[in-house]
């Protein structure tokens, strides 16, 4: 069902929601939908467009594994030729395609020698159309057999590329189950420590943090902690007899659950507690803000 | 005649357009079915792609694969760019952002992770650096300098519905949720924040206007 056309007004006030793509499915199409027809709102679009694309720029520079980059470039390439190959068309494997090959005219009839010389000519021509005839089906023949051996081709492309994506998800699969078998690893093995973290409140929020000895990874799970004020984060702290370790900043879901993972070496015995801080955006050296939630190795002790 | 079958052959043309051909020039060679156009424009165009991609996924096996995704929807659709939507920029990082964060709520139905990013503190994995180039590297700084001044600029509460929006993939419903905010209020913080960026980055728009590159 096409959905009900946007006024110009209507439209006009949306459209910097519509490049941040904030507005409900339905709502989006309505507006890009005016956008496309309208010399006002289009270009207004494109602008508000590309400026938000500018904030991908905001981010760290990260240059990454350069083998990464190469290794995704192989690929990308790779498919890319397959594509083309893929693509190609067979516009001159069917030249014609005409069955007149065996179409051979009657020899004609006739009782005098005329007749039959006419009838040898038409022997002869008959024979000669026969000929002809049979070099037309050959040659048919062989068009087909490059036809099929060219689908065949193509077949046999879209299949590597299909085997390829295949391949990719399969890899990709794998990786997501890895990493959730060490996640689960890092929260139930034999040398994972468990520190429960509490505060006070009428919906205090509630934390654990595992500590997998073994593999010095840390993963901290908290429930129902409310969004940090503007311009503030979370940020999460090993506390130990010599210093105050951050283990990163972050900000809950808006259900309130959060998840942080970190790898961090600390001796057995050197835990004093975990805990989370209020802090400007960006994260502090050292603790500054007020404190959110807290527990101490003793709360629970590790199996 | 399949437009995908024959590769142009690309010839430069002299000068700085044909050693450095301008990204609408390397996305209609793309639709024509040119595998050099795209390796030129991946190289281009990857860094600040994965830059984004791992800042959104925060995996660096996820953000390969991601960054694949990305130029390959930009090979199979390089037909489909209309340069009356924006610039060639604005096409390949909504798309590598888009695609990024389908990752991400991916991975949340999975319960696996907040879908706000979380930055670790030892086990980034992905590594920080630069780009070998010093010039490119001066001018994305640059470039970086100046989003992040604009950003600055921006009053906080408006600078925070921005960066959900953007960087977390939420409807103005789910910031008013997230933020504790009315609806509204959700709705004027977007559009005053939107245009005020609009201003202050036009200079880069009206860069990315002229062809200048990436990197």
Not at chain 1, 255 to 278: F, I, K, Q
Not at chain 1, 294 to 302: F, K, S
Not at chain 2, 13 to 33: H, I, K, N, T
Request: contains cysteine; aromatic residues 4%.
């Amino acid at each position: 069902m096409t959905p009900a056309a946007m006024s110009h007004d209507e439209a006009a006030e949306l459209l910097e929601a519509a490049a941040l793509d904030t507005l409900p499915a339905d709502e989006q199409e309505r507006v890009l939908s005016h956008a496309a027809t309208c010399p006002i709102c289009g270009p207004e679009l494109a602008r508000l467009r590309d400026s938000v694309a500018l904030l991908a720029f905001a981010v760290p520079p990260v240059s990454g594994d350069p083998a990464r980059l190469e290794r995704v470039r192989t690929r990308l390439l790779a498919r890319a030729r397959g594509d083309v190959a893929v693509a190609e068309p067979s516009s001159h494997a069917a030249p014609g395609s005409h069955d007149d090959g065996g179409q051979v005219a009657a020899p004609a009839r006739g009782g005098a020698a005329r007749d039959s010389m006419r009838v040898e000519r038409g022997r002869q021509r008959a024979g000669t159309l026969a000929v002809v005839g049979w070099a037309l089906a050959a040659a048919a023949t062989v068009a087909a057999v490059v036809v099929i051996g060219r689908d065949r081709e193509r077949f046999t492309h879209q299949l590597l590329v299909e085997r390829h994506e295949a391949s990719a998800a399969v890899d990709s699969m794998r990786r997501l189950l890895d990493a959730r078998d060490r996640m689960v690893a890092q929260l139930t093995g034999p040398q994972v420590a468990v520190v429960e973290l509490t505060a006070s409140g009428a919906r205090a929020p509630s934390a654990r943090m595992f500590w997998d000895r073994a593999t010095d990874g840390w993963t901290f799970v908290a429930h129902d902690l409310p969004a940090p004020p503007a311009g503030r984060t979370y940020q999460l702290w090993l506390v130990t007899p010599a210093s105050k370790v951050s283990a990163g900043t972050f900000a809950p879901e808006p259900n309130g659950d959060a998840l942080v993972r970190a790898t961090y070496p600390l001796p057995a015995d050197s835990l004093r507690a975990v805990a989370v801080t209020e802090e400007p955006a960006g994260g502090s050296p050292q603790p500054t803000g007020p404190l959110v939630i807290a527990g101490t190795p003793g709360n629970r002790p590790g199996k | 005649m399949n437009p995908r079958a024959q590769p142009p052959a690309y010839k430069p043309q002299g000068g700085d357009q044909g050693a450095f051909p301008g990204d609408r020039e390397l996305v209609a060679r793309m639709s024509a079915g040119d595998d050099r156009a795209l390796a030129q424009f991946y190289d281009r165009w990857c860094r600040p792609v994965y830059a984004l991609v791992a800042h959104l996924v925060r995996d660096a096996d996820d953000a390969e694969d991601v960054v694949e995704d990305t130029f390959w929807q930009a090979w199979r659709q390089a037909s489909r760019y209309d340069s009356s939507r924006g610039e060639v920029s604005t096409w390949i990082l909504t798309i590598a952002r888009s695609r990024a964060l389908d990752r991400v709520r991916s991975r949340r139905r999975l319960r696996e992770e907040p879908l706000t990013p979380v930055p670790l503190a030892d086990d980034v994995v992905i590594a920080v650096g630069s780009t070998t180039d010093p010039l490119r590297e001066a001018e994305a700084s640059e470039r970086r300098a100046l989003v992040a001044d604009a950003l600055r600029s921006l009053p906080a509460e408006q600078r925070q519905v921005l960066e959900l929006a953007y960087f977390g993939g939420m409807s103005q419903t789910e910031i008013a949720e997230r933020t504790g905010q009315p609806l509204g209020t959700v709705k004027t913080r977007t559009r005053l924040a939107a245009q005020k960026l609009r201003t202050a980055l036009s200079v880069l728009r009206d860069e990315a206007h002229g062809g200048r590159s990436a990197q």
